[in-house]
């Protein structure tokens, strides 16, 4: 069964921190890349960071806006990929979506994807 569910978003003011969390089922986490992504109102989906089954830092890659900033990891006896956000800016207010693609690298296409999770920054 298919199953990535997301926690942590909320609301926080501008330069504050929030960590995303994503709870995948065995199932689907297991041997697979993981990723988030974000979308603003009226605005479409983008990629935001990704890493790959085995992890470490020169198996995640993170956009270009975030990097520095954010920071993706992954516990994989816990099925469970993070998203630590530090110095968020209001126009990164956006449902945030976790996502999992069949294979161990990150770079691909994402077919499992999660409810998302509401993250506003106040400025």
């Known amino acids: 069964q298919v199953r990535l569910v997301e926690s942590g978003g909320g609301l926080v003011q501008a330069g504050g921190s929030l960590r995303l969390s994503c709870a995948a089922s065995?199932?689907?986490?297991?041997?697979?890349?993981m990723g988030w992504f974000r979308q603003a109102p009226g605005k479409e989906r983008e990629f935001v960071a990704a890493?790959?089954?085995?992890?470490?830092?020169?198996?995640?890659f993170h956009a270009d806006s975030v990097k520095g900033r954010f920071t993706i990891s992954r516990d994989n006896a816990k099925s469970t990929v993070y998203l630590q956000m530090n110095r968020l800016k209001p126009e990164e207010t956006a449902v945030y979506y976790c996502?999992?693609?069949?294979?161990?690298?990150?770079?691909?296409?994402?077919?499992?994807w999660g409810q998302g999770t509401q993250v506003t920054v106040s400025s």
């Open positions: 996502a999992a693609r069949n294979g161990g690298s990150w770079r691909g296409v994402y077919e499992y």
């Open positions: 890493i790959s089954w085995s992890g470490g830092g020169d198996n995640t």
């Open positions: 065995r199932r689907t986490f297991s041997g697979n890349a």
